[in-house]
């Protein structure tokens, strides 16, 4: 009972004692970060094994890219896209099989969302943080017929080389263009699974026809890590340029 009352007195006291503190100068000096700064060698002792682990991991040697993979040498798709679309596709389709019990349709990602180009000779897990740095998720939304009908009317208007997947037969002549998908003309009466990343599905880059799916199937597994799985899995990437994008005068 003592030690409560003491608890009590204690709280008084200090509630009696309170005094309102009050700012009255703020005072700032400007500190450039450069070579004439020292290093902290405490901070560095702690730092260093850490930074020596993410080097070597980094360098991590995962397949073989026989020629630069770039995003500018094809018609309305390039090898890096395609690359980008076809791994994508192979790597999610198992998972979202194993949810869904069907297959994803196609894939469309962003040209932008490319960040660099991968070069000739060994690939590493750099190259990998190099070309997708983010931390976006790979999505599968089920769209209606005229979503994906206007998904194709925005890739044709913006002539840019969106990262489509093989699945796709894309046959452009002037303001028109024709469209298959597995093989078999596109049906506006049914619904696609297409898988995307969560940055478009929510509008990024102005694909609104993501928005509002018909369904939304999450699959937990991040673009980056999927290109390294692909990566791993290879021991050589194929360069494609094919017929899933053909432009006619």
């Known amino acids: 009972m003592k ?3 003491l608890y009590a007195l204690l709280f008084v006291l200090i509630a009696c004692t309170k005094t309102e503190v009050q700012v009255t100068k703020i005072t700032g000096k400007r500190i450039a970060i ?8 405490t901070i560095e002792d702690f730092i260093t094994p850490y930074r020596k682990e993410l080097q070597q991991n980094m360098q991590k040697e995962l397949c073989v890219a026989p020629s630069n993979f770039v995003k500018n040498d094809g018609t309305l798709q390039s090898s890096l896209g395609n690359l980008m679309a076809d791994l994508s596709y192979e790597m999610a389709n198992p998972v979202f099989k194993k949810i869904a019990n ?3 349709d196609f894939v469309l990602m962003n040209n932008g969302g ?7 000779g060994v690939v590493t897990t750099e190259n990998a943080f190099l070309l997708m740095p983010f931390e976006n998720e790979l999505v599968v939304t089920k769209l209606s017929g005229e979503k994906v009908k206007a998904l194709f009317d925005y890739f044709v208007a913006k002539q840019k080389a969106h990262p489509l997947s093989k699945q796709v037969n894309l046959t452009i002549q002037k303001n028109t263009y024709t469209l298959n998908i597995n093989g078999k003309a596109f049906d506006e009466k049914k619904s696609y699974y297409v898988l995307t990343n969560d940055y478009l599905q929510t509008g990024g880059d102005g694909m609104n026809f993501f928005a509002n799916p018909e369904a939304l199937i999450p699959l937990n597994y991040k673009v980056r890590n999927a290109i390294i799985d692909y990566f791993t899995k290879v021991d050589r990437l194929e360069k494609i340029i094919d017929n899933r994008v053909i432009v006619k005068p």
């Open 114 to 120: 490319l960040r660099a180009p991968i070069p000739k």
């Open 3 to 5: 030690k409560y009352t």
């Open 102 to 104: 069907t297959n994803i």
């Open 34 to 41: 450069d070579s004439t700064n020292a290093s902290d060698k």
